[in-house]
T-cell receptor, first 116, second 115 residues
């Protein structure tokens, strides 16, 4: 079956611009996670959704970052007034649901964001 | 707060050597889960193993084995008879014992296996 897909794979933008990153999780997966991976670092949690609602957004760095998942499937991560420090790979993951503890998170290929 | 430390930034071995990747974690939770993921040059994270804190038995899967030592808060990963295809960045991660729990990753260890 299809895995987690993310579009675009690469995004180059100028400082101050607005960007949207899309994640299409595995069909039927109820939980969706966004992580950010800077060069040479491990992924860092940003936000996760249970269904349509953001269950935990404690990892969002500031109010320029926002994410939605209006129909409980596809999610969009939105970044306003981008800064050079936002440059990173943005990863999306999904899980089927609880099964005796946290399940395996299936990751997408990521979107590499470069802010010039 | 949860924390994962992977002290080895990069390891280089020659094919067929055994190699161990270290992972030390910190958590105040009494129950938790530990994971290992592989990130090949293509970039996509690949799940390798999930282990809960209730079970301290070591696990073997083919050339891969994992040593969980709760007393030293370590969850080390050994690859036996390494192969060039094992070259990747390996991440250890920690999560709370909850159905929908986020992962706290270490910084990763880059493994380079040369022919």
């Amino acid at each position: 079956g299809a895995g987690v897909s993310q579009t675009p794979s690469n995004k180059v933008t100028e400082k101050g611009k607005y960007v949207e990153l899309r994640c299409d999780p595995i069909s039927g997966h109820t939980a969706l996670y966004w992580y950010r991976q800077s060069l040479g670092q491990g992924p860092e949690f940003l936000i996760y959704f249970q269904g349509t609602g953001a269950a935990d957004d404690s990892g969002l760095p500031n109010d320029r970052f926002f994410a939605v998942r209006p129909e409980g499937s596809v999610s969009t991560l939105k970044i306003q007034r981008t800064e050079r420090g936002d440059s990173a790979v943005y990863l999306c993951a999904s899980t089927l649901g609880p099964a005796g503890g946290p399940g395996e998170q299936f990751f997408g290929p990521g979107t590499r964001l470069t802010v010039l | 707060a949860q924390k994962v430390t992977q002290a080895q930034t990069e390891i280089s071995v020659v094919e067929k050597e055994d190699v161990t990747l270290d992972c030390v974690y910190e958590t105040r939770d009494t129950t938790y889960y530990l994971f290992w993921y592989k990130q090949p040059p293509s970039g996509e994270l690949v799940f390798l193993i999930r282990r809960n804190s209730f079970d301290e038995q070591n696990e073997i899967s083919g050339r891969y084995s994992w040593n969980f030592q709760k007393s030293t808060s370590s969850f080390n990963f050994t690859i036996t008879a390494s192969q060039v295809v094992d070259s990747a960045v390996y991440f250890c991660a920690l999560s709370r014992n909850s159905g929908y729990s986020t992962l706290t990753f270490g910084k990763g260890t880059m493994l380079l296996v040369s022919p």
